[in-house]
């Protein structure tokens, strides 16, 4: 009589976890169902499709937490053959850039191999995850695949222990939450390019290098002639409150026994922190600086780039 007890227990224990877990998966399929009919809602085209449309949406995910959600997305990204970018938050906003060089066949027409970037914003505000792209001229996408492409990544960001899990293995593997330290001439060096090379692709430059923060320590090069300071002056009294500072990058190499005179080279350019204009301008030529950089615009073509970043003295 006790092992049939047991017994039956035992049966009762296997049924009530098989519900739990045909409850658990049903539950999360109603989730996923819910957020692709939020998804399919907010999906916008706007723009000339001859210039390359552009394409907005976004999801609703109850206790957002950004850092998770980003490092979800780039989790994703990866097993999709994307290349993510860096990750940068301010406040309770968190942005990450992605860019997709399509090998599937969602595009057609034109320019089909041109990476295109692919913004990612959450907001814990109002537990929005956004996605916002725009195509290439010459690049057409039907809306099923492009609705399709983007609700397929943004559904599956969870706030669960499995999210937040792939969020930890991304950001383990790519560091792209981090502050990057670099000396000047070593990033001139990345942004040069190597000798025996075709060159540099300017398309993939701005995108590896849009929107990163780095941690850059060198020396200033403020070289201008008499003119120039005095312009520079006059600029800032009648109430200008940023200035650009380059830093040196003569160190860089273009060959491999050096650099020829006339060669370009990587530069790295601060517009500096309204803020902290003072500072700034008492840096004097070769003075060494370490500034906090996030990149805002990049410059480039086969054989260099110019990096301009928006600047601050962390210290």
Do not use: W
Not at 28 to 55: H, T, W
């Amino acid at each position: 009589m006790k092992f049939c007890i047991a017994g039956r227990q035992g049966k009762n224990r296997l049924v009530a976890i098989s519900n739990m877990v045909l409850f658990g998966s049903l539950l999360l399929s109603m989730k996923v169902a819910s957020a692709q009919n939020e998804c399919a809602a907010n999906f916008k085209i706007s723009g000339d499709p001859r210039n390359g449309s552009s394409y907005l949406t976004y999801v609703t995910i109850p206790h957002l937490d950004i850092h998770s959600a980003l490092g979800q997305v780039e989790k994703i990204s990866i097993d999709s053959g994307l290349a993510p970018g860096s990750e940068n938050y301010e406040g309770d906003e968190g942005t990450l850039t992605v860019v997709r060089k399509d090998k599937t066949g969602l595009l057609h027409l034109n320019n089909q191999n041109k990476g295109y970037p692919i913004l990612i914003k959450a907001n814990k505000a109002n537990n929005r995850l956004i996605m916002a792209l725009q195509l290439n001229q010459g690049q057409v996408a039907t809306a099923e695949n492009m609705q399709s492409f983007m609700c397929g990544i943004l559904t599956h960001v969870t706030m669960d222990g499995a999210g937040a899990a792939a969020a930890a293995a991304a950001h383990a593997e790519t560091h792209s939450d981090e502050i990057t330290n670099i000396t000047a001439t070593e990033l001139g060096q990345k942004l040069t390019k190597r000798p025996l090379t075709l060159g540099l692709k300017p398309a993939d430059i701005e995108n590896q290098y849009m929107g990163r923060v780095f941690r850059i320590d060198g020396q200033v090069a403020i070289m201008m002639t008499p003119g120039e300071a005095l312009g520079r002056s006059q600029s800032i009294q009648d109430g200008r409150n940023s200035i650009e500072i380059p830093f040196s990058t003569a160190k860089v190499k273009t060959g491999l026994l050096g650099t020829p005179a006339g060669a370009q080279t990587g530069q790295v350019i601060c517009r500096t922190d309204p803020k902290q204009l003072d500072r700034f301008m008492a840096l004097r030529n070769g003075d060494y600086a370490t500034v906090i950089g996030k990149v805002v615009q990049v410059v480039a073509n086969q054989f260099a780039a110019t990096l301009y970043l928006d600047c601050h003295f962390e210290k």
